[in-house]
């Protein structure tokens, strides 16, 4: 599975739009982008995913750039339980069954 | 509908003892992830069961094993326990034929002294 970089951390204000980026340049063609969040002493929570088209769900959306080596997570109304730490990953689409592998992720902290 | 529960929530054990978490995947999933998060990082695969056998596994010795039972519940056994061994253990479930997307439980932290 490729690699992600991303920021350690960001902060955004309550009721704003939070944008978190992520860097997948070696993505392969048959590779998804996963979303997945982190909120304190909780598990995983699955969030949204793409391949190519930018996806948009009840939580919030996904922009993929063209060349597909990065995206970008938007939260369009950030709230106070939005704060968390939120992991992007690349892995091939769920033809079998795949282990997800965690970096270290974005500590988003939306502040009041 | 639950999700994914684990048991116990929480669990002291002594360097060289033995532990068993235990996790219940959520209705109409059978296969089923364990993960060790250390403190600060993010989750690590250990390993997948599906079907009643390890499919898939992680960078973990031996010491780690684990079991799958028809009712698609799972164990995750730990021997031998190293100070390094605390952590948080979580579980993923996900349908296995069609789910992308997996569903973690609350997790087991954990501490060996």
């Known amino acids: 599975d490729a690699k992600t970089t991303q920021p350690p951390s960001m902060d955004c204000a309550e009721g704003r739009a939070a944008n978190l980026p992520c860097n997948h340049s070696?993505?392969?063609?048959?590779?998804?982008v996963y979303w997945y969040r982190q909120i304190h002493s909780q598990g995983p929570q699955y969030i949204i995913h793409?391949?190519?088209n930018n996806e948009t769900n009840e939580m919030a959306s996904l922009i993929i750039t063209e060349d597909r080596k990065s995206s970008t997570l938007i939260l369009p109304h950030a709230t106070l339980r939005d704060t968390a730490v939120y992991y992007c990953?690349?892995?091939?689409?769920?033809?079998?069954?795949?282990?997800?592998?965690f970096g270290s992720g974005t500590r988003l902290q939306v502040q009041p | 509908d639950a999700g994914v529960t684990q048991s116990p929530t929480h669990l002291i054990k002594t360097r060289g003892q033995q532990v068993t978490l235990r996790c219940s995947p959520k209705?109409?999933?059978?296969?089923v992830s364990w993960y060790q998060q250390a403190l600060g990082q993010g989750p690590q695969f250990i390993f997948q069961?599906?079907?009643?056998?390890?499919?898939q596994r992680g960078n973990f010795p031996d010491r780690f094993s684990g079991h799958q039972f028809p009712n698609y519940s799972s164990e995750l056994n730990v021997n031998a326990l190293l100070l390094g061994d605390s952590a948080l253990y979580l579980c993923?479930?996900?349908?296995?034929?069609?789910?992308?997307?997996?569903?973690f439980g609350p997790g087991t932290r954990l501490t060996v002294t």
């Open positions: 993923a479930s996900r349908a296995g034929t069609s789910g992308y997307e997996q569903y």
């Open positions: 070696t993505i392969s063609g048959n590779e998804y």
């Open positions: 793409g391949l190519k």
């Open positions: 990953i690349v892995r091939v689409g769920d033809t079998g069954r795949r282990a997800l592998t």
């Open positions: 209705s109409g999933h059978d296969t």
């Open positions: 069961y599906y079907e009643e056998e390890e499919r």
